[in-house]
């Protein structure tokens, strides 16, 4: 596992101490914490973690398409087809939890001719399937399975982690490496040393994995014995942080 670390937007804040008369002024035995960081000359960085991690499981988008002369058949038509998919899937390891049906539809197709009323050609019907595939070695066998067994549309795959929280905290660590190392540089360049930090703050952590592309398959002979390669590479799971240390002569 690769980590790298890059840069992130930073801001400097220096601001002299208030004199002494301006803080007779204020009222009140304590002073507030806003009032505080606006005394002291402060450092307002935000750094990124990243880590590039291989996937360990993939997300396919597939179904079935038929055309009939009435929606009743041609709905018939679409559920033979699409039991015969989600046999061959089960077939092939995939758990019914790992299926789920995205897309349902059935539509009235027409044909259109200049100067004539639209006439009507039959019925279209559509059924699309999420399958989540949580074994890559299977995943070039499920899609061909899903092809012979009379799948017509793929649609898409991108992939993932199924436990993503090491390769999250992996790149905290280097977002708070980087963090530091920004606040040490600055302080430095400044004519300051680095206090203490006063705030820590995390942005949403995700993942960048390749983006979801079409996926391009053709029906299978029956008896072939290679199955469609497919190429996982690496995804980036990224982290921002940003935090605010004060500094000291």
């Known amino acids: 596992m690769k980590t790298l670390l890059r840069a992130g937007v930073l801001s400097l804040s220096l601001a002299a101490l208030a004199p002494a008369a301006l803080a007779q002024t204020i009222p009140g035995p304590a002073t507030s914490a806003a009032d505080t960081m606006f005394r002291a000359t402060t450092l307002n960085l935000s750094a990124v973690g990243e880590v590039d991690v291989a996937p360990d499981m993939a997300t396919i988008s597939l179904g079935v398409q038929t055309e009939a002369p009435t929606a ?16 061959a899937l089960n077939r092939a390891g995939i758990e019914g939890r790992d299926i789920q049906t995205s897309n349902l539809n059935l539509s009235a197709q027409y044909d259109y ?8 050609r039959g019925y279209q019907a559509s059924n699309q399937v999420t399958v989540k595939v949580r074994d890559l070695t299977r995943l070039g066998a499920a899609v061909d399975a899903t092809v012979n067994a009379g799948a017509n549309q793929i649609n898409s795959i991108s992939f993932g982690l199924s436990d993503p929280s090491k390769a999250e905290n992996e790149a905290r660590l280097a977002a708070v490496r980087n963090l530091q190392a920004k606040a ?17 703050s995390e942005g ?12 391009m398959a053709m029906a299978r002979a029956e008896g072939m014995k290679d199955s469609t390669p497919v190429s996982a590479g690496e995804m980036t799971v990224r982290v921002d942080l940003s ?7």
């Open 72 to 87: 009743q058949a041609a709905m018939q038509a679409n559920a033979r087809q699409m039991s015969s998919v989600m046999a």
């Open 113 to 120: 001719v200049q100067n004539e009323p639209p006439r009507l």
């Open 184 to 200: 040490e540089l600055y302080a430095r360049a400044t004519g300051y040393r680095v206090g203490r930090l006063v705030t820590l």
């Open 204 to 215: 949403a952590g995700y993942s960048v994995p390749m983006p979801p592309m079409p996926y």
């Open 243 to 249: 935090g605010l240390y004060e500094l000291t002569r």
